[in-house]
């Protein structure tokens, strides 16, 4: 607890990625130089103050600027991720794509053309409600069809459901 600390003039606490103060007078935590999770905030500093016979004077933040930045961001689809990969070249990205169908491979390549991508999500869109329905006796194939069609509301390409009944067929046999 912060009562038990010493009166001190000034007390630097260990190591928390944020910074922030703590309880009354001049107790901080530091915060990391820099960021190391896209959950922390990319505004980091120093304390920098005197230390005179009066005690702390000219307590200020001095904000750090170099490293790169880590920023999250979300995009409609993958043209969109570009654009914003390309307007934040100097920062490290999770990239969040909101998608109504699987990405194609040419899709991943162009996105991790980017150097600056070091993190993608996928969050799939839905629209119209979702009704239960019993599929109980269907083959591999109608399941299939089924999820794919409730996923991303469209009939899967030909060479997708081939993929996965060979898949399935295969560890059949194993």
Do not use: W
């Amino acid at each position: 607890p912060v009562e038990f600390l010493p009166k001190s003039d000034y007390i630097a606490l260990g190591h928390l990625h944020k910074k922030q103060k703590m309880g009354a007078g001049n107790c901080y935590y530091s915060g990391s130089p820099l960021q190391y999770s896209f959950d922390e905030r990319p505004d980091k500093s120093v304390k920098v103050f005197d230390l005179t016979k009066e005690g702390v004077t000219g307590l200020k933040d001095v904000p750090l600027t170099s490293g790169r930045k880590l920023v999250r961001l979300t995009a409609e689809n993958v043209d969109d991720g570009v654009k914003l990969l390309e307007e934040y070249p100097d920062a490290l990205v999770e990239l969040t794509l909101v998608l109504s169908a699987p990405l194609t491979k040419a899709d991943s390549l162009l996105l991790y053309a980017h150097e600056n991508l070091v993190s993608l999500l996928t969050e799939i869109r839905v629209e119209g409600e979702l009704v239960f329905e019993s599929r109980k006796g269907l083959s591999d194939e109608a399941l299939f069809d089924a999820y794919y069609k409730s996923a991303y509301n469209t009939a899967p390409k030909e060479e997708v459901k081939t993929l996965f009944l060979e898949t399935i067929a295969e560890l059949s046999e194993n």
